[in-house]
């Protein structure tokens, strides 16, 4: 697999996400940690070296899964994981904290339970509007001096404190949405950290699976699944966003692929800096999502797919989108 660099970090340009190892998108039910710890270990040996978690997913499930999986395969892997949504100072989880003390909490935490002296790479999860940046980026910048972490990570950041953080020490990565039915990174984001020379690793870059085809009504997503109050799964926004699946379901019918390999082969196609994390756990989705960096497009399906008219609906629900910096 080819490999890229984010912020000098070297990865395979496909990663993998490992939220959905703690169950975040249902209740938690039919977990299967042995099928999850296979996932892993087969996306190691399909040449993925990007793993991505945080404390948050479960909390706590998905970074021991990724622990127990990279067990005697640390040199194999760049170990990505978050930080920020757990306060440790009481609040416990769903409290964003990116003070100080709860960083360094919060890492001795993950280093445990992943099973390492280090992780590669270090988000903070959300920005913590109560905390200044520069405080939350210093407390990391002295992880990196003591080698408890090699790179710092941004997730969900506006423009404005991408800069403030980066004024601080390097940021390598930062982490967002970025998709076919979310391009909203295009106009300002990509730009700056090209500017600044920092990595992007988009976060659902399938639509939340919306891309893979799989979902053809809002009855094929379980009750309990937080999609089901998701703008874009609800009502007319579903119906119409059904319309980006179909283009995308007839290009990957010329070219021999699923729908899926072609929503992350686009996502390739736009820069050498761009390494998605797709996120399963299960065996044959991550055989499939990796063998989409040897599927090619030619420009005129580039363009058909550039083309494509907006997702409808707000990516996230009010509740989630207020989390986020703007």
Known sequence: MKHISLGGLDVSRIGLGAMTMAGTYTSGGGLDDAESIRTIRRALELGVTHIDTAEIYGPFHSEEIVGRAIKDRRDQVVVATKFGLVSHAGGGPGVVDSSPTNVRAAVEGSLTRLGTDHIDLYYQHRVDRSTPIEDTVGALAELVTEGKIGHIGLSEASPTTIRRAHAVYPVAALQTEYSLWTRDPEDELLPLLRELGIGFVPYSPLGHGF???QIRTPADIPDDDWRKDNPRFIGENFQRNLGIVDEVRSVAGEVGATPAQIALAWLLGQGDDIAPIPGTRRVTRVEENTA???????AAQLARLNALTPA????????????IDH
């Open 292 to 298: 989409a960096d040897g599927v090619g497009l030619t």
């Open 312 to 323: 409808a609906g707000e990516r996230h629900s009010e509740a989630n989108m207020a989390r």
């Open 211 to 213: 891309l893979t085809g």
